[in-house]
């Protein structure tokens, strides 16, 4: 167990996935049929009670396997106001510092979804008072949104003085989408929209060349490796992450464990050539990555056998809901 690991990049949503998830039929044969037959069909299918278990399951394993803080990527289309509050009060009560968002999107409802979307970032940034919690402003992806959407999410950003969470590059289909829209790449589409300021948040990167690395860099902003989840989904290993030293490990809905994913880092690492134990400070960064949106990282809470029972019981029957739910979209 790694104590004091920082998981800069996860989804709180994803936390009954453990409990026997059906498998999508047919199964899917690339990154967006992943995408589409099993992550967004689970958070269309999540209310309120579901991702209540999700998070305090989630969070309670993540204490007790050393997570120190975390920084969360929510997505829920058919419960979105409110959503956040669900997170919070799960990281509150059970004691996990953390950073949230709403990964606004148009993937399903269009324009109005994603105004929705933002309009949660926004209302939870003004009215939380949590102090072990923290608002951000997210997008899902480059590829599920306009150009309008991307350009509020940048003068939501500017408004609030915050920064964005999003992810970038994580597929080839990314950077074919904004190449279709006339960019470079989905880096470039929202740079060049003002959507990122000095220190958001970019989750992936694996389809990015150096050079794009550098910049980003330049620019301040952070990257997020996520190997457990990149190796999974079969979308490449982010080789020109080398290029910054502003670059931090998360587990992208996979469990908080940091000695698991630093092992998936290590492998990937000597597999393509990097020197396995300077990728392997990114661990430490996420550290360096939290405390500037915090000053610093407060204590995280313990949890008891007994409480950690009462998770346990609660998440296993709110999944079986769940997989009803799912298998009725």
Do not use: K
């Not at 999540?46 to 975390?70: I, S």
């Not at 970038?168 to 990314?174: I, K, L, P």
């Amino acid at each position: 167990m790694i104590a004091g690991f920082v998981n800069a990049h996860t989804h709180l949503y994803s936390g009954l996935a453990p409990f026997a998830m059906p498998a999508p039929d047919p199964a899917p044969v690339n990154f967006l049929q992943i995408l589409e037959r099993v992550w967004w069909r689970l958070d269309r299918a999540l209310d309120a009670r579901a991702l209540r278990a999700a998070a305090r399951y989630y969070v309670a394993h993540a204490l007790d396997r050393g997570t120190a803080a975390l920084i969360d990527h929510h997505e829920s289309p058919s419960f979105i106001e409110g959503s956040l509050d669900v997170l919070a009060d799960a990281c509150q009560d059970l004691g996990m510092p953390a950073l949230l968002c709403y990964g606004a999107t148009e993937r399903n409802g269009g324009r109005d979804e994603a105004r929705r979307g933002l309009t949660e970032c926004q209302r939870f940034i003004r009215e939380n008072r949590r102090p072990l919690v923290r608002g951000l402003v997210g997008l899902h992806a480059s590829f599920t949104v306009s150009d309008q959407t991307i350009r509020d999410a940048g003068a939501l950003c500017a408004e609030l003085g915050t920064v964005l969470h999003v992810h970038v590059a994580e597929d080839r289909a990314d950077v074919d989408d904004a190449r279709r829209r006339g960019y470079e790449g989905p880096l470039e589409r929202l740079a060049a929209l003002g959507t990122l300021p000095q220190g958001s948040i970019l989750a992936h990167g694996v389809h990015l060349a150096g050079a794009q690395v550098r910049d980003a860099a330049a620019h301040g902003w952070w990257f997020v490796q996520n190997p457990r989840s990149n190796r999974g989904n079969r979308v490449g290993y982010p080789a020109a992450l080398v290029a910054s030293g502003q670059v931090a490990l998360g587990t992208d809905g996979y469990p908080s464990d940091g000695e698991a994913e630093l092992e998936a880092l290590r492998v990937g690492a000597r597999e393509h050539d990097e020197d396995a134990e300077a990728a392997a400070a990114r661990a430490d960064a996420g550290r360096t990555l939290f405390a500037q949106r915090f000053g610093s990282i407060p204590a995280a809470g313990t949890v008891s056998a007994a409480a950690l029972d009462d998770i346990n019981r609660e998440a296993a029957a709110e999944a079986r809901r769940l997989w009803e739910r799912m298998a009725s979209l």
